[in-house]
């Protein structure tokens, strides 16, 4: 059992920045697969972005391509979302997930995922 934590929700005007961080509670050395999912509410959760178990390679949806960018520090083996140019449309919670996998074939349904944190709260103001 995975057990990962975000931080970095909050409130932003729009225009503005957050940075989300994901990390497992316990510590380890092993790495997989990770992705960003968000729901907003009467919506069903949707693909942000996702990254490689070594950093190499990335996905984005297109809604968040070129304002969003994800990434990872293994030696602290957390996964980052740097949220740029913020919409009032990206008000949700977001999560981070793992498949628990190092085969990327960069999985854009929650699905393939099988480790979720408990979310974090963004919302932008128009």
């Known amino acids: 059992q995975v057990q990962l934590e975000e931080r970095g929700g909050g409130l932003v005007q729009a225009g503005g920045s957050l940075r989300l961080s994901c990390a497992p509670s316990?510590?380890?050395?092993?790495?997989?697969?990770m992705a960003w999912f968000r729901q907003a509410p009467g919506k069903e959760r949707e693909f942000i972005a996702s990254?490689?178990?070594?950093?190499?390679?990335?996905d984005y949806a297109d809604a968040v391509k070129g304002r969003f960018t994800i990434s990872r520090e293994t030696a602290q083996n957390t996964v980052y979302l740097q949220m740029n140019g913020l919409k009032p449309e990206d008000t949700a919670v977001y999560y981070c997930?793992?498949?628990?996998?190092?085969?990327?074939?960069?999985?854009?349904?929650?699905?393939?995922?099988?480790?979720w944190g408990q979310g974090t709260q963004v919302t932008v103001s128009s």
């Open positions: 316990t510590r380890t050395d092993t790495f997989y697969n």
């Open positions: 990254i490689s178990w070594g950093g190499g390679r990335t």
């Open positions: 997930a793992t498949d628990n996998s190092r085969r990327y074939g960069s999985a854009r349904t929650s699905g393939a995922y099988l480790y």
